[in-house]
C-alpha cells in the first residue's frame, strides 16, 4: 500500500512538472490590436527674421488625441493595448538628435534649420501615468520607462494620453527652408512589440525680412532767426523726411531713434555742442505729427507688398530755455529698424 502511495505521487508530480512552464504569458497585443502608422502634420509656418528674435519659444505644435491614436492600432482608446509583456515602453526620435531641456523636458530633433527644433511629448507633467513622457530624452536619445509603473503594465490609450508634435526655436532664425516629410519616431516595447509608427509631413518655414534702404538719412533742416522762439515749448514748423526699407509683404516694422536727450522730455532731442552751437533748442522727430519718444519703438503699418517702403517721419526745433543764442543746431540721431 505504501509503494503505491509513493508511486502515485511520484506520477502526480511528474504529470505536474511535464507542463509546459507559462507562468508569463508572451508579450502580444491585446484586444486585437495591431501596429499603427500616425502621420503629424504641422501647419506652415511663417516666422520672423528679426535677429533681436531670439527665443526660446514655441512656435507652433500639433497634437494627435489618445483616440485617434487608439483607432490607428484599431482599438478602443479604453481598452489594454498588448499583454503579457514584461520591458520597458521605448520612444525612439528617427530624426537626428541632440541633447537639449525644453519646456516639456526633452532633447531635440534637428530640422536642418539653425535654431529650429522638433520634440514629442505625451499626456502631461502634472497629471496622467506617464508624466514626462518624451521623445527624444534630455540626452537626446531614446526615452524608456518600465511597463511596470505604467498602469499596471497593461495601459489603454486613455491612460498613455494625446501625443504632440512641437517646434520649437532655440535662438535666432537667419534662413527659411522645408523640413521634409518622413519617418519621426517609433513606440515599441521592449520585448518586441512594435506599437506605433510616427510620420510627419512636411513643413514649408518661410522666412520674413526687412532692411534698411536709407542708412544715412541728411534732413536739412532751414535757418530760423532767434526771435522765432519767445517762449519754452515753442517750436518751428516741421521739414520731412523718409525711412526707407526693402521687406517682405506682411512685415510689421518698427523703428526706434537714439540719441541724446534734452534735459528731462523724453520726446526731445539735443543738438550738438561745441564751438559754435547754438542753445536753448533741440530737435524733435514725428511721426504722423506726434512726437517721437527716445528709445521707444514706432510701430509701422503692416507691408501689403514685397518692395521698398519708404516710412514718413518729419523734424522740428523746439525751445528748451529761456535764453536762446545762435549758432549751428545739428544733432546726431540713430535710428533701428526691427520687425516681426
Request: with cysteine; proline share 6%; net charge neutral.
Given at each position: ?69 487608439a483607432?490607428?492600432m ?43 527644433y ?30 511596470s ?175 536762446v543764442?545762435?549758432?549751428n ?12
Amino acid at each position: 500500500m505504501t509503494k503505491m502511495k509513493v508511486l502515485a505521487l511520484a506520477i502526480a508530480a511528474l504529470a505536474w512538472t511535464g507542463l509546459p512552464h507559462d507562468a508569463h504569458a508572451a508579450c502580444a497585443f491585446a484586444n486585437g490590436a495591431t501596429t499603427g502608422t500616425m502621420n503629424f502634420a504641422l501647419p506652415a509656418l511663417t516666422q520672423s527674421l528679426n535677429p533681436s528674435d531670439t527665443g526660446p519659444r514655441l512656435l507652433t505644435s500639433v497634437t494627435v488625441p489618445a483616440a485617434t491614436l487608439a483607432s490607428a492600432m484599431g482599438i478602443s482608446s479604453t481598452v489594454a493595448v498588448w499583454k503579457g509583456c514584461t520591458g520597458n515602453l521605448v520612444w525612439t526620435p528617427l530624426l537626428p538628435a541632440i541633447a537639449g531641456n525644453s519646456p516639456n523636458y526633452s532633447g531635440y530633433m534637428t530640422t536642418g534649420i539653425d535654431n529650429l527644433y522638433l520634440y514629442m511629448y505625451a499626456g502631461s507633467q502634472t497629471t496622467g501615468n506617464f508624466g514626462a513622457f518624451v521623445t527624444p530624452g534630455t540626452e537626446g536619445s531614446s526615452w524608456s520607462r518600465a511597463l511596470s509603473t505604467i498602469h499596471a503594465s497593461v495601459p489603454p490609450w486613455s491612460i498613455m494620453g494625446d501625443m504632440v508634435l512641437a517646434l520649437y526655436q532655440t535662438g535666432p532664425i537667419r534662413q527659411g527652408g522645408i523640413i521634409p516629410a518622413g519617418p519621426l519616431a517609433e513606440l515599441k516595447v521592449s520585448d518586441g512589440l512594435q506599437v506605433m509608427n510616427m510620420t510627419m509631413s512636411a513643413v514649408t518655414v518661410n522666412v520674413l525680412a526687412c532692411s534698411i534702404t536709407t542708412p544715412t538719412v541728411n534732413v536739412q533742416m532751414p535757418s530760423f532767426y532767434r526771435s522765432s522762439f519767445t517762449a519754452v515749448g515753442n517750436t518751428t514748423p516741421a521739414t520731412d523726411f523718409k525711412i526707407g526699407a526693402n521687406c517682405d509683404s506682411g512685415v510689421i516694422p518698427t523703428i526706434t531713434f537714439s540719441g541724446q536727450g534734452s534735459g528731462t522730455a523724453t520726446d526731445t532731442f539735443a543738438i550738438n555742442s561745441g564751438s559754435g552751437a547754438a542753445s536753448g533748442v533741440g530737435i524733435q522727430l514725428l511721426y504722423g505729427g506726434t512726437p517721437v519718444n527716445q528709445n521707444e519703438a514706432v510701430v509701422m503699418n503692416t507691408t501689403t507688398a514685397t518692395g521698398v517702403t519708404e516710412f514718413p517721419f518729419s523734424a522740428r526745433y523746439i525751445q528748451t530755455a529761456s535764453d536762446v543764442t545762435s549758432g549751428n543746431a545739428d544733432a546726431t540721431i540713430t535710428f533701428t529698424l526691427q520687425y516681426k
